[in-house]
């Protein structure tokens, strides 16, 4: 594939498990964000304003706080929890947080979601308790964690001067590589980048099945809900799911084993939950009744939504390049 979104910034959220002013949970993820690698970007995601998590109020009009918490991390490829203990377990704030982007079911914001974790404590142990708890709330959202290097700061007032920079070259130094093993593992979840880096990917490989006679892996990406259109390089457009969804399975059966396609991505770009790639895609294909091969290049815009946290195909427009 020919797409320039390969290496793209990883946009790494930051979620700080303590509300107080002077938390050192703050300082350290500010020390964190600091030392990040210039190809990850870190936004500090706040979660002190999420009305505690109530299923009645979750239907069309969920609090707008939850709305805007949920499309911030939907904006993020992985995330980084940096938190005290509060009673040998995470802080409430931190576990509100992680039930209003778990809900409504099936769109849940951190399925899928790499995470690293720091845990924070003036005590020697290093809050290993919510450390632990974290993870083990991750194994139900279905979220990979880093593993190693696990970092539990203890005795922390001790690392920070008042201003909340770190004092001891040895916390530096670990802090600098924890970032960069963190950076290191989530493109290692995610090999392209951005989730939608990884999903282009796959669709370069579906378009080859597709030109091959197969529709199944195609069938997989495209919506059963919602809006729906299809404008094909015959000249004719569909609407609706279904005729869509039927559509692609009939126009595949027109090939033949024996095609191949390139995907020149020309634009791509993903922002909560759209996503979009447009440029051309250059295909040898085996059509017809005798399966000659026809050389064809299309100018395709292709529009995604993401779907219970994957992404589905909406819309696509291709023209014969003449
Ligand atoms: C309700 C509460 C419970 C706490 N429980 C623990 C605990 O279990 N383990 C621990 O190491 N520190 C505990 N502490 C002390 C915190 O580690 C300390 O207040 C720390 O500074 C909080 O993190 P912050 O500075 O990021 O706000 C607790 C503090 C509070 C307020």
Redesign the pocket.
């Given at each position: 594939m020919t797409n320039g979104i390969e290496h793209t910034v990883l946009q790494l959220a930051v979620l700080v498990g303590?509300l107080?002013a002077?938390?050192?949970?703050?300082k350290i993820a500010k020390a964190l964000a600091a030392r990040a690698p210039d190809s990850m970007r870190c936004r500090f995601i706040e979660i002190g304003n999420l009305p505690l998590y109530n299923e009645d109020l979750d239907g069309d009009d969920p609090p707008a706080a939850w709305s805007a918490f949920r499309r911030a991390m939907r904006e993020c490829d992985a995330a980084l929890f940096v938190t005290?203990?509060?009673?040998?377990s995470i802080p409430g704030c931190l576990k509100n947080a992680l039930d209003v982007g778990s809900r409504p079911p099936g769109k849940s914001v951190f399925k899928g979601l790499p995470a690293g974790v720091v845990s924070?404590?003036?005590?020697k142990?290093g809050?290993f308790?919510s450390n632990q708890a974290l993870r083990q709330t991750f194994v139900f959202l279905d979220m990979p964690v880093m593993q190693q290097p696990e970092a539990y700061i203890g005795n922390v007032a001790e690392l920070l001067d008042d201003k909340g920079a770190v004092t001891n070259a040895d916390t530096a130094a670990f802090l600098e590589d924890f970032m960069a093993s963190l950076e290191t593992w989530i493109r290692t979840v995610h090999p392209g980048g951005s989730s939608f880096d990884a999903f282009m990917k796959q669709r370069e490989k579906i378009a080859e099945d597709y030109v091959n006679g197969d529709a199944s892996s195609l069938k997989a990406i495209v919506t059963r809900a919602g809006p729906a259109t299809f404008f094909s390089p015959r000249g004719d457009h569909l609407e609706g799911a279904e005729a869509v969804a039927g559509r692609y399975e009939r126009d595949a059966a027109s090939f033949h084993k024996g095609g191949n396609t390139d995907l020149e991505v020309l634009q791509a770009s993903s922002s909560g939950d759209l996503a979009f790639w447009s440029g051309l895609q250059h295909a040898k294909a085996r059509i017809g009744k005798n399966g000659e091969t026809t050389e064809m290049t299309l100018r395709v815009t292709e529009v995604f939504r993401l779907e219970d946290g994957a992404f589905k195909l909406v819309h696509r427009h291709a023209d014969p390049v003449h």
């Open positions: 303590s107080r002077q938390s050192f949970s703050r005290p203990e509060y009673n040998r924070v404590s003036p005590s142990i809050a308790g």
